[in-house]
């Protein structure tokens, strides 16, 4: 089945050079299915290299999705035209009305900072406590796991002596456990961060089950007990180059960083490295929008409501 994206955005065309299949809204309305309403909050600052990574794997699944884009009102984006954001993304002022079956918060720049001193902290708040009755599931990524972890269950970040950059192996604790069916004992997945959280933390809260972990780059998958959160530390979307750019970028600003782990090729940053977690990305991907979005999400929205008020 499709995903169905805004007309004329500019990663569809890639999408279909990708064989993803994708439908414009025009079309979609057409078509006598109930689809999936995802809403992304997406705070990279490359949005639309984000889009394509999200989108890609949103699309490869057999359930038809709506996608709603969502930016910062408290925070000006310097990395995106202002006509992109117009024409592709919303405010929460505009959506808090509806309801949504599933939500991705993005990872973001700001990792370094206290959580309180983000300029748009407060509205990130605001989101996240508004999407406890609003959104059936929400994933997290990078920063955005941080934040759900501060802000959901008390467990605050700590900085990194140096950057935790490159393609690390992970476990699974739990493999019985649908968001990781299918995974293999051992996988890899990219990180790249300055901070993380205590596994021992995560381990003991009484409301917070630790999935997959790294011994070299710790904590990586937690899932709320009620299925409602899920915070990945890591950044599974990537693409192949997204690291070798990240790198070249610091390189050029001068910032003394070291080569990404087990990523380029003998460790050299002139060849080209190789995507070994997009099979695992794919996976996770397509079993969060199945077994927590899919398959607890209601029919409809209103008739939750209804449940509720008689309650």
């Not at 990395?79 to 808090?96: A, D, G």
């Not at 508004?130 to 941080?146: E, F, M």
Request: contains cysteine; glycine residues 4%.
């Amino acid at each position: 089945m499709p995903i169905n994206i805004p007309k004329n955005l500019p990663a569809g065309e890639h999408l279909r050079e990708e064989k993803i299949f994708v439908m414009e809204e025009d079309r979609a309305l057409t078509q006598q299915i109930r689809p999936l309403n995802i809403l992304i909050l997406n705070l990279m600052p490359e949005k639309e290299k984000t889009e394509l990574q999200l989108l890609r794997l949103l699309g490869n699944t057999p359930l038809q999705v709506n996608i709603t884009f969502l930016n910062t009102a408290t925070h000006e984006s310097k990395n995106v035209s202002k006509s992109h954001l117009q024409l592709f993304y919303t405010t929460f002022n505009q959506i808090r009305h509806r309801r949504y079956d599933g939500m991705i918060i993005t990872g973001a720049p700001v990792e370094k900072m206290a959580f309180e001193d983000v300029n748009y902290w407060q509205e990130i708040s605001e989101i996240m406590d508004w999407s406890k009755k609003n959104v059936t599931s929400v994933l997290h990524i990078c920063w955005g796991a941080q934040a759900a972890l501060y802000h959901h269950y008390g467990i605050g970040k700590v900085e990194l002596s140096a950057k935790c950059s490159g393609v690390y192996s992970h476990v699974i604790t739990d493999l019985t456990v649908d968001l990781v069916r299918g995974f293999s004992d051992l996988f890899t997945a990219p990180h790249s961060r300055y901070t993380s959280v205590s596994i021992d933390e995560v381990r003991n809260h009484p409301d917070l089950r630790l999935l997959s972990y790294s011994e070299d780059a710790g904590v990586f998958i937690v899932q709320s007990k009620d299925n409602k959160n899920i915070m990945i530390t890591g950044h599974l979307e990537y693409d192949a180059t997204t690291l070798a750019d990240e790198y070249s970028r610091d390189v050029e600003k001068g910032i003394d960083i070291e080569v990404p782990v087990n990523y380029f090729p003998n460790d050299d940053p002139a060849k080209e490295p190789m995507n070994t977690w997009r099979a695992h990305t794919h996976l996770l991907f397509s079993n969060w929008l199945n077994y927590y979005v899919y398959q607890e999400t209601p029919y409809e929205w209103d008739f939750v409501d209804e449940i509720e008020y008689h309650i």
